[in-house]
């Protein structure tokens, strides 16, 4: 899947929707996967998204440890292994061979990205005030690759219990906006 | 709409899909209702949730103040009501009287439910450690009210330029999940 280098202050396109992601880290020569559902963007510029990580999390220490993440953009094509690396741990796995997902280098941070997910935003640390407490991290998106199609994918919305609501068609009002809301 | 009680602890059957969302507050005789998508589930129980509502919105210095908001779901019945709120700001009008909307008491907060809206999730503030630099908000949800029907409501989810996506589809893939992660 050929990408392209996407703006980073508009990333929350992608995000902003609230799809589940799969969160990919590297800590030395180890890498893991995770699925995340909980996280939220924070600003345009700098581009700033906030995860929660739970701790009992294999990822958590991996990421805490090397303070960068990409966060990956899997459509409804790869359901069933969303489902399966949120329920396996990279304690006992290598999830990219277990899954047949591609690693690819990325440009800023030494996480791989995952190259079958629709878009890969290359996350670093930008604040960790709230990990003690709440696991929250707030990461500044440094680069962002998109593929071009299609323009509108479906993206998978996690409610619980096994279930995942589908989006993907669209509706505009852009004709109530006021310019400036746009 | 007949809404029941709903378990706090739950909410993230329909927060965590990211649907666009009202969140309605009072400060004295004075009532507001701001549309949001930049949010997240944070925890279970205590039942939090974390908001980022920028400090330009009429409402920051309301929900602030009076330490309490009520965070309603519409759905796509509500679709141009939305966008309208979105578009204008409690300083100039009452959006409940502006847009013909019902504000019900809550009962364990100031600030009123949405009427129309399928669920309620009274709100309180639990910390405010990233307010001044992120505008980010964590509040604990002390109360949850939800529509029995229909049981899978199509929501809204802002993309950005005028345009949502649109959930309600769902996918179950309950039995690929090991029983502890349901």
Chains 1, 2 share one sequence.
Not at 31 to 38: D, F, K, P, S, V
Not at 144 to 164: Q, S, W
Request: aromatic share 8%; with cysteine.
């Amino acid at each position: 899947m050929k990408k392209s280098d996407f703006p980073v202050d508009r990333v929350r396109r992608f995000l902003e929707p609230g799809p589940i992601v799969l969160v990919s880290s590297r800590r030395g020569e180890r890498t893991n996967i995770m699925t995340l559902g909980w996280h939220t963007v924070l600003e345009f510029s700098p581009s700033l998204i906030g995860l929660m990580i739970s701790a009992g999390n294999h990822s958590f220490e991996m990421i805490r440890g090397s303070r960068e993440c990409v966060v990956n953009l899997p459509t409804t094509a790869l359901t069933d292994t969303v489902v399966r690396i949120g329920n396996t741990s990279g304690a006992q796995i290598d999830k990219f061979a277990e899954f047949g997902l591609t690693a690819l280098p990325a440009a800023e941070v030494g996480a791989p990205l995952i190259g079958e997910c629709h878009a890969n935003f290359e996350c670093r640390l930008h604040e960790d005030a709230l990990v003690d407490r709440y696991n929250f991290f707030i990461f500044e998106v440094v680069k962002a690759h998109v593929a071009p199609r299609p323009k509108h994918p479906e993206t998978l919305h996690y409610t619980g219990d096994g279930v995942f609501m589908v989006s993907g068609r669209v509706v505009s009002r852009r004709s109530l906006f006021r310019p400036g809301m746009l």
